[in-house]
T-cell receptor, first 109, second 112 residues
Framework: RKEVEQDPGPFNVPEGATVAFNCTYS??????FFWYRQDCRKEPKLLMS???SGNEDGRFTAQLNRASQYISLLIRDSKLSDSATYLCVVIPNDYKLSFGAGTTVTVRA | EPEVTQTPSHQVTQMGQEVILRCVPI?????FYWYRQILGQKVEFLVS????????KSEIFDDQFSVERPDGSNFTLKIRSTKLEDSAMYFC??????????FGSGTRLTVV
Protein backbone atom coordinates (compact mmCIF):
# COMPACT_ATOMS: atom_id res chain seq x y z
CA ARG A 1 0.00 0.00 0.00
CA LYS A 2 1.35 3.43 -0.87
CA GLU A 3 2.23 5.71 2.00
CA VAL A 4 -0.06 8.47 0.75
CA GLU A 5 -2.74 7.96 -1.89
CA GLN A 6 -4.84 10.52 -3.66
CA ASP A 7 -7.47 10.49 -6.37
CA PRO A 8 -5.54 12.07 -9.25
CA GLY A 9 -8.67 13.64 -10.73
CA PRO A 10 -8.92 15.78 -12.69
CA PHE A 11 -11.82 17.51 -11.06
CA ASN A 12 -13.28 19.93 -13.59
CA VAL A 13 -15.70 22.32 -11.92
CA PRO A 14 -17.40 25.60 -12.86
CA GLU A 15 -16.59 28.77 -11.02
CA GLY A 16 -18.53 29.03 -7.80
CA ALA A 17 -18.86 25.29 -7.36
CA THR A 18 -17.75 23.29 -4.36
CA VAL A 19 -15.18 20.58 -4.85
CA ALA A 20 -13.92 18.08 -2.31
CA PHE A 21 -11.44 15.25 -2.37
CA ASN A 22 -9.70 12.92 0.01
CA CYS A 23 -6.33 11.45 0.69
CA THR A 24 -5.55 8.25 2.57
CA TYR A 25 -2.38 7.45 4.46
CA SER A 26 -1.02 4.10 5.52
CA UNK A 27 1.05 4.87 8.61
CA UNK A 28 -1.27 5.10 11.60
CA UNK A 29 1.56 6.71 13.61
CA UNK A 30 1.60 9.74 11.30
CA UNK A 31 1.55 12.92 13.29
CA UNK A 32 1.26 15.89 10.98
CA PHE A 33 -0.83 16.48 7.91
CA PHE A 34 -0.88 19.21 5.32
CA TRP A 35 -2.36 20.27 2.05
CA TYR A 36 0.07 21.86 -0.38
CA ARG A 37 -0.76 23.48 -3.66
CA GLN A 38 1.45 23.08 -6.70
CA ASP A 39 1.08 25.07 -9.89
CA CYS A 40 2.52 23.68 -13.08
CA ARG A 41 6.31 23.35 -12.82
CA LYS A 42 6.44 25.38 -9.64
CA GLU A 43 7.38 24.50 -6.10
CA PRO A 44 4.84 23.13 -3.63
CA LYS A 45 3.39 25.83 -1.42
CA LEU A 46 1.71 25.23 1.89
CA LEU A 47 -2.02 25.72 1.65
CA MET A 48 -2.96 24.67 5.16
CA SER A 49 -2.13 22.36 8.00
CA UNK A 50 -4.76 19.81 8.97
CA UNK A 51 -5.72 19.53 12.61
CA UNK A 52 -7.60 16.79 14.38
CA SER A 53 -10.53 19.06 15.06
CA GLY A 54 -10.76 20.16 11.45
CA ASN A 55 -9.91 23.65 10.34
CA GLU A 56 -11.04 26.27 7.94
CA ASP A 57 -9.16 28.99 6.12
CA GLY A 58 -11.48 31.17 4.10
CA ARG A 59 -13.00 29.03 1.37
CA PHE A 60 -10.89 26.01 2.27
CA THR A 61 -11.82 23.42 4.86
CA ALA A 62 -9.59 20.54 5.87
CA GLN A 63 -10.54 17.58 7.98
CA LEU A 64 -8.68 14.65 9.49
CA ASN A 65 -10.18 11.27 10.24
CA ARG A 66 -7.62 9.28 12.20
CA ALA A 67 -9.82 6.24 12.59
CA SER A 68 -10.14 5.80 8.84
CA GLN A 69 -6.74 7.34 8.11
CA TYR A 70 -7.78 9.97 5.64
CA ILE A 71 -7.75 13.70 5.29
CA SER A 72 -9.98 15.80 3.12
CA LEU A 73 -9.98 19.18 1.47
CA LEU A 74 -13.07 21.10 0.49
CA ILE A 75 -13.00 24.22 -1.62
CA ARG A 76 -16.11 26.38 -1.60
CA ASP A 77 -17.05 29.02 -4.16
CA SER A 78 -14.15 27.95 -6.36
CA LYS A 79 -12.26 30.57 -8.34
CA LEU A 80 -10.33 30.26 -11.58
CA SER A 81 -7.19 30.83 -9.54
CA ASP A 82 -7.87 27.67 -7.56
CA SER A 83 -6.88 25.61 -10.60
CA ALA A 84 -3.82 23.69 -9.46
CA THR A 85 -2.64 20.34 -8.22
CA TYR A 86 -3.33 19.78 -4.55
CA LEU A 87 -0.79 17.65 -2.75
CA CYS A 88 -1.61 15.70 0.35
CA VAL A 89 1.42 15.64 2.62
CA VAL A 90 1.95 13.51 5.70
CA ILE A 91 4.76 13.46 8.21
CA PRO A 92 5.07 9.97 9.68
CA ASN A 93 7.19 9.62 12.77
CA ASP A 94 10.35 11.01 11.24
CA TYR A 95 11.52 14.23 9.67
CA LYS A 96 10.55 13.75 6.08
CA LEU A 97 7.42 14.76 4.21
CA SER A 98 5.58 12.05 2.33
CA PHE A 99 3.75 13.41 -0.67
CA GLY A 100 0.76 12.08 -2.46
CA ALA A 101 0.82 12.22 -6.23
CA GLY A 102 -1.64 15.10 -6.21
CA THR A 103 -5.23 15.83 -7.18
CA THR A 104 -5.68 18.11 -10.17
CA VAL A 105 -8.45 20.67 -9.98
CA THR A 106 -9.48 22.75 -12.97
CA VAL A 107 -11.97 25.54 -12.45
CA ARG A 108 -13.63 26.75 -15.64
CA ALA A 109 -15.35 30.04 -16.30
CA GLU B 1 8.45 37.02 3.62
CA PRO B 2 11.61 34.94 4.06
CA GLU B 3 12.29 32.59 1.21
CA VAL B 4 14.50 29.71 0.22
CA THR B 5 16.64 30.58 -2.78
CA GLN B 6 17.86 28.02 -5.29
CA THR B 7 20.36 28.43 -8.09
CA PRO B 8 20.50 27.84 -10.94
CA SER B 9 16.87 27.72 -11.98
CA HIS B 10 17.74 25.46 -14.88
CA GLN B 11 20.83 23.34 -15.43
CA VAL B 12 21.59 21.31 -18.51
CA THR B 13 24.41 18.82 -18.23
CA GLN B 14 25.83 15.95 -20.20
CA MET B 15 25.45 12.42 -18.95
CA GLY B 16 28.36 11.46 -16.75
CA GLN B 17 29.10 15.00 -15.61
CA GLU B 18 28.88 16.22 -12.04
CA VAL B 19 26.46 18.95 -11.02
CA ILE B 20 26.09 20.99 -7.88
CA LEU B 21 22.72 22.44 -7.02
CA ARG B 22 22.77 25.30 -4.59
CA CYS B 23 20.32 26.44 -1.99
CA VAL B 24 20.23 29.23 0.56
CA PRO B 25 17.77 28.21 3.28
CA ILE B 26 15.95 30.65 5.52
CA UNK B 27 18.52 32.00 7.93
CA UNK B 28 17.09 30.88 11.27
CA UNK B 29 15.98 27.47 10.07
CA UNK B 30 17.71 24.40 11.41
CA UNK B 31 16.45 21.58 9.19
CA PHE B 32 17.28 21.31 5.53
CA TYR B 33 16.00 18.99 2.86
CA TRP B 34 16.28 18.03 -0.75
CA TYR B 35 13.33 16.64 -2.67
CA ARG B 36 12.99 15.85 -6.33
CA GLN B 37 10.09 15.60 -8.74
CA ILE B 38 10.44 13.79 -12.02
CA LEU B 39 8.13 15.32 -14.62
CA GLY B 40 4.61 14.04 -14.14
CA GLN B 41 5.43 12.18 -10.95
CA LYS B 42 5.11 12.91 -7.26
CA VAL B 43 7.54 14.82 -5.10
CA GLU B 44 10.05 12.41 -3.54
CA PHE B 45 12.17 12.84 -0.46
CA LEU B 46 15.92 12.60 -0.97
CA VAL B 47 17.64 13.68 2.22
CA SER B 48 17.27 15.64 5.43
CA UNK B 49 20.11 17.47 7.16
CA UNK B 50 20.32 18.72 10.72
CA UNK B 51 23.16 19.80 12.96
CA UNK B 52 25.65 19.47 10.13
CA UNK B 53 24.87 15.90 9.33
CA UNK B 54 22.43 13.80 7.38
CA UNK B 55 19.53 12.80 9.60
CA UNK B 56 17.74 10.64 7.07
CA LYS B 57 18.04 9.66 3.45
CA SER B 58 15.89 7.74 1.01
CA GLU B 59 16.86 4.79 -1.13
CA ILE B 60 17.19 7.23 -4.04
CA PHE B 61 20.03 9.00 -2.23
CA ASP B 62 22.79 6.56 -3.04
CA ASP B 63 26.54 7.08 -3.34
CA GLN B 64 26.00 9.22 -6.40
CA PHE B 65 24.57 11.96 -4.20
CA SER B 66 26.07 14.05 -1.44
CA VAL B 67 25.07 17.14 0.50
CA GLU B 68 27.11 19.80 2.16
CA ARG B 69 26.66 22.95 4.14
CA PRO B 70 30.01 24.51 3.37
CA ASP B 71 29.73 27.95 4.91
CA GLY B 72 26.76 28.18 7.25
CA SER B 73 24.44 29.69 4.66
CA ASN B 74 24.57 27.52 1.55
CA PHE B 75 23.23 23.99 1.36
CA THR B 76 24.34 22.08 -1.71
CA LEU B 77 23.37 18.86 -3.44
CA LYS B 78 26.06 17.26 -5.54
CA ILE B 79 25.20 14.62 -8.11
CA ARG B 80 28.19 12.75 -9.45
CA SER B 81 28.21 11.07 -12.83
CA THR B 82 24.71 12.16 -13.80
CA LYS B 83 22.36 9.78 -15.57
CA LEU B 84 19.45 10.53 -17.88
CA GLU B 85 17.03 9.44 -15.17
CA ASP B 86 18.38 12.14 -12.84
CA SER B 87 16.51 14.69 -14.95
CA ALA B 88 13.96 16.24 -12.60
CA MET B 89 13.04 19.31 -10.59
CA TYR B 90 15.09 19.43 -7.43
CA PHE B 91 13.54 21.31 -4.56
CA CYS B 92 15.38 22.49 -1.51
CA UNK B 93 13.36 23.10 1.65
CA UNK B 94 14.06 24.33 5.13
CA UNK B 95 12.13 24.41 8.37
CA UNK B 96 12.56 25.60 11.93
CA UNK B 97 10.81 22.55 13.32
CA UNK B 98 9.21 19.42 12.00
CA UNK B 99 6.45 21.56 10.54
CA UNK B 100 6.49 24.81 8.66
CA UNK B 101 8.49 23.79 5.62
CA UNK B 102 9.34 26.39 3.01
CA PHE B 103 10.33 25.20 -0.43
CA GLY B 104 12.61 26.93 -2.88
CA SER B 105 11.45 27.48 -6.44
CA GLY B 106 13.50 24.54 -7.63
CA THR B 107 16.26 23.74 -10.06
CA ARG B 108 15.25 21.99 -13.25
CA LEU B 109 18.03 19.55 -14.08
CA THR B 110 18.15 18.21 -17.60
CA VAL B 111 20.66 15.48 -18.35
CA VAL B 112 21.33 14.98 -22.05
Amino acid sequence: RKEVEQDPGPFNVPEGATVAFNCTYSNSASQSFFWYRQDCRKEPKLLMSVYSSGNEDGRFTAQLNRASQYISLLIRDSKLSDSATYLCVVIPNDYKLSFGAGTTVTVRA
Amino acid sequence: EPEVTQTPSHQVTQMGQEVILRCVPISNHLYFYWYRQILGQKVEFLVSFYNNEISEKSEIFDDQFSVERPDGSNFTLKIRSTKLEDSAMYFCASSDSRDGYTFGSGTRLTVV
